[in-house]
């Protein structure tokens, strides 16, 4: 037979182990990943795959662009890298690793003039796709021509 002193002991050591564990658990999940200005940062490998590269034909790309009746901007080469300069100096954006870039300005469906769309392609395939404001577009595109 167990003295009750020692029973008290065992259950009191018990107890706070249970809470430290718990506590633990719950302090872990606080450390989730980092949301920072230009995303989130995961720790260990727990964020989402990275999605492959969709490769598509230019001739696609534009077919898709020709069935909104869409208006778009071709940039390459030197005024690309001019417009990404412009980009990381007025507006602190980081660079979009591409070749080639589609921006549709206007089209039947969507934006009003309001957004413009991005399609980035690296080695003919396509690597971002992303909606931007269409006056911070203009802003950057007038100083990247004036150069």
């Known amino acids: 037979m167990m003295p009750n002193w020692l029973k008290l002991a065992a259950g009191v050591a018990l107890t706070v182990s249970l809470l430290a564990i718990a506590g633990v658990k719950a302090y872990s999940?606080?450390?989730?990943?980092?949301?920072?200005?230009?995303?989130?940062?995961?720790?260990n490998g727990d964020g989402p795959s990275a999605p492959s590269a969709v490769c598509r034909p230019e001739q696609e790309i534009l077919a898709a662009i020709g069935q909104v009746h869409a208006k778009f901007d071709y940039l390459a080469g030197d005024g690309l890298k001019a417009f990404q300069d412009r980009a990381r100096d007025l507006k602190g954006l980081p660079p979009l690793n591409a070749d080639e870039l589609y921006v549709v300005t206007e089209d039947d469906k969507l934006r009003n003039g309001e957004m413009v769309l991005f399609i980035a392609l690296k080695a003919k395939c396509v690597t971002t796709v992303f909606g931007f404001s269409?006056?911070?577009?203009?802003e950057i595109l007038g100083?990247?021509?004036?150069l």
Do not use: D
């Not at 100083?143 to 004036?146: G, N, R, T, V, Y």
């Open 143 to 146: 100083k990247a021509e004036s």
């Open 29 to 43: 999940e606080r450390l989730g990943p980092l949301v920072q200005k230009y995303g989130i940062t995961y720790y």
């Open 134 to 138: 269409a006056a911070v577009y203009r």
